[in-house]
DNA sequence: AATTTGCCATGACCCAGATCAACGTCGCGA
DNA sequence: TCGCGACGTTGATCTGGGTCATGGCAAATT
């Protein structure tokens, strides 16, 4: 049986109780880490509303509903997109579990995008106000959203840089590998939630060059593919190409 | 005399005292709005360090550089840049008078870019650490720093799209002067303090394409242009341009 | 006054990636 | 089982904006 096939079923998360996080929780590293794991997790549990599921297809959130609440991937997979005057579709991310939707509404007061589950996916959704007002007692909760916000604004203006479409398509796989190896899967697996038309909309290409440059680095030995799996063969080249992007 | 000519000067804050904040402060808005224009400053202020004035081409800091502390600007101009494997500049933002730079850099723990006055430059420079001590005591200061992560991650997403030259010199010009007009100058005037080629690296165009679509702007009376100093005629159809970009 | 240096404008040409077109494959509902 | 629509691949052609080259201008320097 081929290698690439059937490693990656789907990535979900257990679902925590009143006093354990989901194992992939957004939070947890900040507050377990902190010595939180005692009974002020209860604030944090208290406030979190279990959504889902919510089938391939379906909106959690449509642009310029008003924004009340984060949601963080429990199991599944969904981007966030803009349309544009002209009708195109601009996808602004891929969020898998234990990732946080809904920092860029922060400020508009309301969601700038839609999200749009890419198959049958589940939430944790947090109330901003109470995980706000949580915020300012706990410290580290408090800086894991800044270093959250952070993060995201680091990734978007890099992927804003002129780049070419080899070093976008390397940094796409690189970045999808190491957020998969984050949930502890081996990190040269990938198995892609989306169509090559959605990497394209995300990565400001077309998806016929998406086609072609799977096809070149197939050709060249970076990686196997085989229609939605990928398997990272040659992550040392990959990464260099991916370095103008990535950082790292 | 034309009109165009000595509009602008240059922009610049007053310096505020221990109970006072600088007319344009990046946190007035969200302190003197909650009602904590009294002794609770105190607490803000005494972490305040001005420092300055830094002279056009000189740097603020580095990439690399340790991140302590975020910098807001009182007077001058500035620009954030990151170098790639090329050599290319990539320039990740201008600022201005009551602006913040530095919130790229929470994630990393390092700043991820280059910071560079464009102009004679002073700041008002914030400890970090003790800011974020201090947001957990005052709720509103926290929900600045969040809502002005958001907004620039929400800036960065946008200016990242697949959007045409045009566009992109209209949003850009359409935004520098809405941020002028917020330091009360008339907003049809805007002042660049940058030069063509650093228009082109912040917006990923080459700076003949700057130069030929500020010479088609001013062909089809949208601008008029006299070096660096540039009167917007048509806001209507500029606007229209750049609301892909700049969304309203 | 002459020279250098940085900045800006404009024409000629080129190329990475878009667009257009054709076709193959797969999954699914009737 | 068939048909249909969504998806993916590949080839041919086109084009927006990049690159290269030239020249002008103004401020700084000699």
């Not at 989901?22 to 902190?34: K, L, P, R």
């Not at 601009?90 to 508009?108: K, T, V």
């Not at 901003?128 to 915020?135: E, M, P, Q």
């Amino acid at each position: 049986m081929n290698p690439v096939q059937n490693v990656i079923h789907a990535i979900s998360a257990d679902d925590g109780d009143a006093l354990h996080f989901c194992s992939t929780c957004a939070f947890s590293g900040a507050c377990i880490d902190a010595g939180y794991d005692k009974p002020a997790l209860r604030d944090l549990h208290v406030m979190i509303e279990h959504v889902g599921p919510y089938r391939a297809g379906e909106h959690i959130f449509r642009t310029n509903d008003p924004f009340r609440a984060l949601y963080a991937v429990r199991s599944g997979a969904v981007k966030t997109l803009t349309v544009d005057t002209n009708g195109n579709e601009q996808i602004l991310g891929f969020y898998l579990p234990g990732e946080l939707i809904g920092l860029n509404a922060i400020y508009p007061e309301r969601f700038p995008c839609d999200a749009v589950a890419l198959e049958s996916s589940k939430f944790c959704r947090f109330s901003f106000s109470a995980i706000s007002a949580l915020a300012t007692r706990m410290p580290m909760l408090q800086q894991q959203l800044f270093r959250m916000l952070s993060r995201e604004l680091g990734m978007a203006s890099r992927l804003a840089g002129d780049h070419s479409a080899d070093e976008r398509v390397a940094a796409f796989l690189t970045d999808l590998a190491q957020r998969f190896a984050a949930q502890g899967f081996p990190e040269r697996y990938v198995r892609l939630a989306m169509t090559r038309n959605e990497i394209a909309e995300y990565l400001r290409l077309a998806s016929e060059t998406i086609s072609r440059i799977f096809g070149r680095f197939r050709n060249q030995g970076l990686i196997r593919v085989e229609g939605r799996n990928v398997e990272i063969i040659n992550s040392e080249r990959l990464s260099i190409l991916a370095h103008n992007i990535l950082g790292d």
